[in-house]
Structure formats: C-alpha cells, structure tokens
C-alpha cells in the first residue's frame, strides 16, 4: 500500500502548481482524500479533503478560493491544484486516506487517516 504526492518545487508568489497522489496497492475510490501541510517550525495541518462524492471540505481558510481538490478514480489519483501562492504557502505537503468515505470534520485528528503519503515539497518565493 502506497501513496505517492508529488509536483511539488518552486514557484513564485502568484503562481500555482498542481500536486498528485497516486495510490497503489489499494483502491482509493472508497475513501476520503486529504491533503496536509507542515512548514518548517510549524505543526501539521489539514489543507482540504474530498469525499468518495466529490464533496470539498477545506480545514485551512487561508486556502479558501485558492486551492481546489479533485480526484480521478480511473488513475487512483487525486489532485491538490494550488493557485494565486503566497509564501506562506510554503510547506511539506502530505496525502492521506480517510477511514471513511467522506471527510472527517476536521483535519487535526492524524487517526481519522488510514494511509498517508510522503511529503512533496513545495517553496513560494516573494
């Protein structure tokens, strides 16, 4: 069981990026995806979550308007498309599976995740 997040790099304020994970060794079409952030110094927190019925719960309110989520059940894969970056943006940004198939109601309980992800890096330069 594997998820891998990746697209993560360099971008300038402004810009965007677009991150994956793709699962393998399971089918992700029956669970919750989330996706998390951790800055340097900073806890863990929960960015934005989609349900098994394409249903968007965002944790993070700064994200609001900027980040979208969708996922492709066809490529076991969801997607994390992050416009109009700021540097506080910058961060580890982490995927993880639900228990459940829709979103837990909030992202700080790391046991509502089944599986989870490497980071993929991600710097907003000013």
């Known amino acids: 069981v594997q998820l891998q997040a990746s697209g993560g790099g360099l971008v300038q304020a402004g810009g965007s990026l677009r991150l994956s994970c793709a699962a393998s060794?399971?089918?992700?079409?029956?669970?919750?995806i989330g996706w998390f952030r951790q800055a340097p110094g900073k806890e863990r927190e929960g960015v934005i979550c989609?349900?098994?019925?394409?249903?968007?719960?965002y944790y993070a309110d700064s994200v609001n308007d900027r980040f979208t989520i969708f996922r492709d059940n066809a490529k076991n894969t969801s997607y994390l498309q992050m416009n109009s970056l700021k540097p506080e943006d910058t961060a580890d940004y982490y995927c993880?599976?639900?228990?459940?198939?829709?979103?837990?109601?909030?992202?700080?309980?790391?046991?509502?995740?089944?599986?989870w992800g490497q980071g993929t890096q991600v710097t907003v330069s000013s």
């Open positions: 060794g399971f089918n992700p079409r029956y669970y919750a």
């Open positions: 989609i349900s098994t019925g394409r249903i968007d719960t």
């Open positions: 993880a599976t639900a228990w459940t198939n829709t979103c837990p109601a909030n992202g700080r309980r790391k046991s509502d995740w089944r599986y």
